[in-house]
């Protein structure tokens, strides 16, 4: 029996799923339990580049079941353009992907309410969502009365319920969106909507039975976290924050399978760290730094093509992460992209009000306060692209990893010097 965790420990966008593609030949099924059409990733495979939002990179090995579990919040004309791009391409999409008749459903009027909402976050600034209609839709599952799940789909009160909440969401929209807000058709919605359903049939089924007999019948699994353990909704930068547990507590709760079962958990970080959206963000680099960051590591948003904010390695918030998601090991990726830097700077400790603090602090106002204590560390200054070997890597890179393992309290299992599968330093090779 074996469980695997794939977690990011920053703000997203870790490339966890360059790790993810590279370990599902060693799994039986890959689960996403988290999250919607918000996280993105793109996934070269021989000479065919794929664009992934909710369908697990693992659907890509016929071998192996993908499982969108019912902690994801599900869009359904995002995943059948997911199923077409694949299926167009010859990639099977058969019985290897189950979708969780628990997932709940985003409809165009969380998507709405995501635009409308935005900008009206106390404290003036917004948080910068990927106005996927993410939260909204986790808001009505919390709500319940307005909430929608896809095994609702093939009950006989689908109509009346999609009519009823539609005509609730006319009372509401003017309100957040002012009267131009365009009233919502209950009727032309549920025709829409039950077509997709028709089409998602196939993959609908109880994925929470289906979990816990693949772990007690002994299959591998792996567990694909999505955004980063920063962006949790109890445990992150909140409210800067995606609406789901994207730290390592939420394996759990998304998928069904109990702690219990998990054997191992990676934690993921850039050698440096990025941030899309507003929020806090103490090592940030708004100079040429940042942008040489930017430039070297293409930090544009996969869904969004937002220009990522840049910043140095924060310790602090990785040393949180890794505690709070269990992890074992870490996996430091992007390490390519501070080739060229003569000096690199890490950040060890914030300062807050005068006092020097190493733990992360729980509320946005200390956060927004921290000053980065920095350790300087000397660049490497070489390409390290065509490395294969922990021993093979510059003195300084080495150091560099060394001395990120130490402070974050976590031996480095995996390097990343590039995209490509290949480009990938195991550490029990050497
Ligand atoms: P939401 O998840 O669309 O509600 O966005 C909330 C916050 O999470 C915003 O700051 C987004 O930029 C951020 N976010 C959501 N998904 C991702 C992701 O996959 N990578 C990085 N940031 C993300």
């Known amino acids: 029996m074996s469980a695997t965790c794939v977690i990011g420990l920053q703000w997203g966008d870790e490339a966890k799923g360059k790790l993810v593609d590279l370990l599902t030949e060693h799994h039986d099924i890959v689960v996403r339990y988290q999250g919607g059409a918000n996280a993105g990733h793109t996934v070269v495979a021989g000479d065919q580049t794929y664009k992934l939002s909710l369908i697990p990179s693992g659907i890509l090995n016929p071998r192996v079941v993908s499982v969108v579990t019912g902690g994801v919040v599900l869009n359904p004309p995002s995943i059948l353009g997911e199923i077409d791009q694949l299926v167009s391409r010859g990639v099977q999409v058969t019985s290897n992907l189950m979708l969780s008749d628990r997932a709940h459903v985003i409809f165009p009027w969380h998507i709405s309410e995501d635009r409308a909402m935005d900008g009206s976050v106390s404290g003036g600034e917004a948080i910068g969502t990927t106005q996927r209609g993410i939260g909204p839709c986790y808001r009505d599952k919390v709500g319940r009365a307005h909430a929608i799940r896809l095994g609702d789909f093939y009950r006989p009160d689908f109509r009346d319920k999609i009519v009823h909440i539609a005509a609730a969401k006319n009372r509401m929209l003017p309100v957040w969106a002012g009267p131009d807000a365009a009233p919502l058709d209950g009727d032309a919605i549920y025709n829409e909507y039950r077509v997709y359903g028709e089409r998602l049939k196939p993959f609908v089924a109880d994925t929470t039975a289906y979990l816990l007999n693949a772990v007690e019948s002994g ?23 995606t609406s789901s547990n994207s730290s390592g507590v939420g394996v759990s709760s998304g998928s069904g399978v109990p702690a219990r079962w998990i054997t191992k958990i990676i934690g993921v970080v850039k050698a440096y760290n990025t941030r899309v959206g507003g929020g806090p963000f103490p090592t940030e680099q708004n100079n040429e730094i ?16 937002r220009p ?36 690199i700077q890490v950040c060890t400790a914030y300062e807050i009000d005068g006092k020097r603090v190493t733990d992360f602090p729980s509320q946005l106002e200390d956060l927004r306060r921290a000053k980065p204590v920095y350790e300087s560390l000397p660049g490497w200054q070489t390409e390290i692209t065509g490395v294969r070997k922990y021993a093979d890597l510059p003195p300084n890179a080495r150091a560099y990893l060394a001395r990120l393992s130490e402070l974050v309290g976590r031996p480095v299992d995996v390097v990343s010097v590039g995209p490509d599968r290949s480009q990938t330093i195991w550490a029990k090779n050497g």
């Open 219 to 241: 299959k591998r699994l792996l567990f694909e976290g999505a955004q980063g353990a920063l962006l949790d909704i109890d445990h992150g930068t909140f409210p800067y924050v």
């Open 290 to 305: 940042g942008q040489h960051i930017r430039d070297k590591g293409n930090e544009y948003g996969t869904v969004t093509r």
């Open 308 to 343: 990522r904010r840049c910043g140095w390695f924060d310790v602090v918030a990785a040393r949180y992460t890794s505690r709070l998601s269990g992890v074992d090991v870490l996996a430091i990726m992007l390490m390519d992209v501070l080739s060229e830097l003569p000096t």
